[in-house]
C-alpha cells in the first residue's frame, strides 16, 4: 500500500484561505491546485515572482538561482512558493504581482 | 599572458566569427549549427574556465558574463547550475547556443499543442532530449521551447550565448504542463534601451 506524504497546513494570507498541502508539493503547487490565483511565473525558482513572507512556520526549499532568492533575503523571512515544501504548518503572505 | 587574458581573447573571437556568420547568413538553422560547434570548441577549452576564477552559486544557479558586447549585442556567459537546478519549459523569445564545459544537464524540448485561444492557458508535448555534456551542445531558434535539469552529483557548467545579453531579454514565456498555464516575464529590452 502506498505511504501517502504527510499534509501540513498553509494559511495564505492575501486571500484569508488556509489549504492543505502535503510534504512532498510545493506552496505554489497547493495553492494553484486549490484554485488559488497564486503570482507565479517561471514556477521553478529562477525568477522570485512568487517571493513570499514566510509569516510563521518552517519550510524545505528546492534548488534555485541566486537571482531568485538569495541568503540575504532568505535570511530576512523571505521564500519562493515555487521552491518551498512545507516542514509544519505555514502562514505566508505573496509580495506582488509580475516578475521583479 | 594569464588564462583571464587568454579567456577574454578567445570570447572576443568567437563573437567576431558569430558575427562574421549571422551578418552575411542571417539566423538559420545551419548558421545556429555552425555557432554550436564553434561554441563547443570554446567550452572544449576547459583550462580557460577554471572554477577558480567563477564564483559558485550561493543558492543553486549563476550566470557569469564573459563578454557582452555594447550596442544590443549578443550575451555570451558561463552558466554554473548545481545538482537539481531545474527549469520549466520556457521560450527566450530569441535564438540561443549551449555548450558544456563540465558535468551534465537534460534539456528536454517541447512544442505547443494548444490553439492560443484561451489566455494564461497553454500545453505543450515533449518532442526531443540532449543531454549535455563535455563535447556536445545545442541550439535553439527564436521561440523553440526547452527545460533544463542538473543530472548528478557535479554541477553543470556550460557556456551560454544568447541573441540579446540578458540584461536586455525580450519576454520569456514559462509554460506549466502541470497546471495547464503559460506565464511570461516581462520584457526587459524597453527599460535597458532606454
Redesign the interface.
Known amino acids: 500500500m502506498p505511504r501517502t506524504a504527510r499534509s501540513y497546513r498553509v494559511t495564505i494570507a492575501n486571500v484569508g484561505r488556509t489549504i492543505d498541502c502535503a510534504a512532498n508539493q510545493t506552496v505554489l503547487e497547493a495553492a494553484v491546485a486549490a484554485g488559488i490565483d497564486f503570482p507565479y511565473t517561471c514556477a521553478t525558482g529562477n525568477c522570485g515572482t512568487c517571493c513570499s513572507r514566510l509569516d510563521a512556520g518552517k519550510v524545505a526549499l528546492l534548488p534555485r538561482s541566486d537571482a531568485a532568492l538569495g541568503p540575504q533575503q532568505k535570511k530576512a523571512g523571505l521564500t519562493l512558493a515555487c521552491r518551498a515544501r512545507p516542514r509544519s504548518d505555514l502562514a505566508v503572505t505573496w509580495l506582488g504581482r509580475g516578475g521583479r | 599572458m594569464t588564462v583571464a587574458d587568454k579567456r577574454n581573447r578567445a570570447c572576443a573571437k568567437l563573437l567576431a566569427d558569430v558575427h562574421a556568420i549571422t551578418a552575411t547568413e542571417g539566423i538559420t538553422p545551419s548558421t545556429l549549427h555552425a555557432l554550436k560547434l564553434k561554441l563547443v570548441a570554446l567550452a572544449g577549452k576547459a583550462a580557460l574556465f577554471p572554477p577558480a576564477d567563477f564564483a559558485m ?6 550566470n557569469h558574463p564573459l563578454l557582452v558586447e555594447d550596442n544590443d549585442g549578443h550575451g555570451l556567459y558561463l552558466a554554473i547550475s ?7 519549459p ?1 521560450d527566450h523569445g530569441i535564438w540561443c547556443v549551449n555548450a558544456s564545459v563540465s558535468g551534465r544537464e537534460r534539456h528536454r524540448f517541447f512544442r505547443r499543442t494548444d490553439d492560443l485561444s484561451r489566455p494564461g492557458h497553454a500545453t505543450v508535448e515533449q518532442v526531443g532530449e540532449v543531454m549535455l555534456a563535455p563535447g556536445t551542445g545545442m541550439a535553439m531558434a527564436d521561440h523553440d521551447i526547452h527545460s533544463t535539469e ?1 543530472v548528478g552529483d557535479d554541477p553543470a557548467v556550460s557556456l551560454a550565448l544568447y541573441g540579446y545579453a540578458l540584461a536586455r531579454f525580450p519576454s ?1 514565456a ?1 509554460y ?1 504542463p ?2 495547464g498555464s503559460v ?4 520584457s526587459r529590452r524597453h527599460a535597458a534601451m532606454a
Open positions: 552559486p550561493l543558492a543553486e544557479g549563476r548545481l545538482p537539481g537546478k531545474e527549469a520549466a520556457h542538473v520569456v514559462w506549466h502541470r497546471f506565464r511570461t516575464s516581462p
